[in-house]
């Protein structure tokens, strides 16, 4: 069984960095993407960042030139890294892991608190 371990999140001051790590334990074959949605009180979860097992990126548009997503296969970690912090950016963080064998899963994780404040 697949599970999703979230490390990093934190309370940052604007223009503040931070870094997620979310490390996949379990059975590993089969993953098709990797990445980071968000959650803020209120809103709906919108994407931050996903990388495919070919390396391809896409990012949210609000944090296009300021987050940086990567993974270490090696590892089966994924990162996020998060610079140039604004006060928008603040709310839950999910891991998210798509796995693909004779049937599909979409794994999530239990979430990191990233807090912008001053």
């Known amino acids: 069984q697949v599970q999703l371990v979230e490390s990093g999140g934190g309370l940052v001051q604007p223009g503040g960095s931070l870094r997620l790590s979310c490390g996949v334990s379990g059975s590993i074959r089969g993953i098709v993407r990797m990445g980071w949605h968000r959650q803020a009180p209120g809103e709906q979860r919108e994407l931050v960042a996903v990388?495919?097992?070919?390396?391809?990126?896409n990012y949210g548009d609000s944090v296009k030139g300021r987050f940086t997503i990567s993974r270490d296969n090696t590892k089966n970690t994924v990162y996020l890294q998060m610079n140039s912090l604004r006060p928008e950016d603040t709310a839950v963080y999910y891991c998210n892991v798509f796995i693909r064998l004779t049937a599909d899963f979409d794994i999530w994780g239990q979430g990191t608190q990233v807090t912008v404040s001053s």
């Open positions: 990388i495919t097992s070919g390396g391809d990126t």
